[in-house]
């Protein structure tokens, strides 16, 4: 079977979640369609594909040739939270499988059967029409409608997501909802050597930051705070001497290496594998609140410590997850600044917090704030005991439990995965 696959151009959770979907389909062709980070991922991770289609630069009008072309050619799709790419599947009469790790987390003005009226009547003339027709669509409406429009719907289990799926479920000629617990790449963690001696003290993941708004040298005030923060991370706590920060903003020749008080932090991009078996072995670490970095750490029994929010969709994980002691302990630009308004909207509330972290990064009095509270967050952390951080895994691994991914895709496609 030729399956063409692609994932949502935000951050690295999406295309790590498609990774971990592709990588025990070995026995069929399996072509990668996309660009930015998401491309940037999928070539770092190059076992998880057979064909790699990186649409990077192209003219849109050629872009658009070549998806189409691959859709016509293939048997089946699979779309991580890429709406375009079920919206051109659906035009192509391509049976397409949705994927979504944030079910929940899509805020609809229109109710969905109102959004399934819409995607009853789309033409399937051309993807331009089709796309003009959803044009009155929010960006996460969008989102639902390509739930609408999959012959199966994926969605990993998180809080709010039984309720919606079953109000998806319930409609006529709707998708076949498969509740999932972690969609993480389960040979990879099978790999992992949990007792490998830690080549670093502290890890620090800050994901892959490029989405909507975000860019690593645009609207990147939290990645500059940052980098500000880190020499004093190692003047203020010398058990940490050797640090690694990875994630999106330090591939791509943009690696670097910060030294203070004797201490050394090296920013670097690691492939999934080489991160994973870093959680394994570092007895610490700090991550911004990614829903598949999480699920990640919980199935390695680590208990992160998260660290403040870099869009919205972090500020609604941690939300969700506030009755939980990962919930309870993570860090929030709400320690630094309480009253600083944050409007209830993806891009809006992600540029609240672009603008609170350029605050915080100018203002002495604010980053003092920052810089104290932050290591009264990490101080909490470091005094849970092992039996402690052993009972928060296991309450976050209750709370997002669910059918194993490899065994829904086995019955989607009606083949067996190697896993």
């Known amino acids: 079977m030729r399956i063409v696959m692609g994932a949502q151009n935000c951050g690295f959770g999406p295309v790590a979640e498609l990774v971990a979907v592709s990588r025990p389909l070995r026995g069929h062709e399996r072509v990668f369609v996309g660009d930015g980070v998401a491309a940037v991922f999928a070539r770092r991770n190059p076992d998880a594909f057979d064909d790699m289609c990186d649409t990077g630069g192209m003219p849109e009008q050629a872009r658009s040739a070549m998806i189409d072309d691959l859709l016509r ?19 192509a009469r391509r049976p397409v499988t949705m994927v979504d790790s944030l079910f929940s987390f899509w ?19 051309g993807f331009a029409a089709a796309d003009r027709h959803l044009a009155r669509l929010s960006p996460h409406e969008r989102i639902a409608a390509a739930h609408l429009l999959a012959a199966h719907s994926v969605v990993q289990n998180f809080p709010g997501v039984p309720d919606r799926a079953a109000e ?24 992992v050597a949990l007792t490998a001696e830690p080549e670093h003290d502290l890890l620090i993941n ?19 705070l940052l980098l500000r923060w880190i020499p004093d991370l190692l003047r203020d706590w010398p058990r940490f ?10 591939g791509e020749g943009r690696e670097r290496t910060v030294a203070a008080a004797g201490g050394r932090a090296d920013c670097r991009f690691l ?10 072995s570092t007895a610490d670490y700090l991550m911004t609140p990614g829903l598949t970095a999480l699920h990640e750490s919980i199935a390695l029994g680590r208990l992160p410590l998260a660290i403040h929010e870099q869009h919205y969709a972090h500020v609604f ?14 860090g929030r630009f709400s320690d630094v600044v309480p009253c600083h308004p944050l409007p209830e909207d993806d891009f809006a509330g992600t540029a609240a917090l672009v603008e609170l972290a ?19 967050r990490i101080e909490h952390h470091l005094s849970l005991t092992p039996a402690q951080r052993r009972r928060g895994v296991e309450e976050l691994g209750r709370l997002l439990d669910g059918r194993p991914v490899h065994s829904v895709m086995t019955g989607i496609l009606g083949t067996p995965c190697a896993v």
């Open 317 to 330: 994980t941690m939300r969700a997850l506030d009755g939980t002691l990962f919930g309870r302990s993570g």
């Open 206 to 224: 800050i994901g892959g930051f490029k989405n909507f708004l975000l860019d690593f040298d645009v609207n990147d005030d939290y990645v500059r």
């Open 241 to 250: 001497r050797r640090v690694l920060v990875c994630g999106g903003p330090f």
């Open 107 to 125: 805020r609809l003005a229109r109710p969905p059967a109102r959004i399934h009226e819409l995607c009853a009547t789309m033409p399937r003339s």
């Open 73 to 91: 050619g293939c048997d089946h799709v699979i779309s991580v939270m890429d709406a375009e790419l079920v919206f051109r599947s659906a035009v």
């Open 168 to 191: 998806f479920a319930a409609l006529d000629d709707g998708p076949e909802i498969h509740l999932t617990g972690s969609i993480v790449d389960i040979a990879g963690l099978r790999e």
């Open 358 to 376: 350029g605050r915080i990064r100018e203002d002495e009095e604010l980053y003092t704030t920052y810089r104290r509270t932050f290591n009264e």
């Open 271 to 280: 492939r999934q594998r080489e991160l994973l078996q870093a959680v394994a």
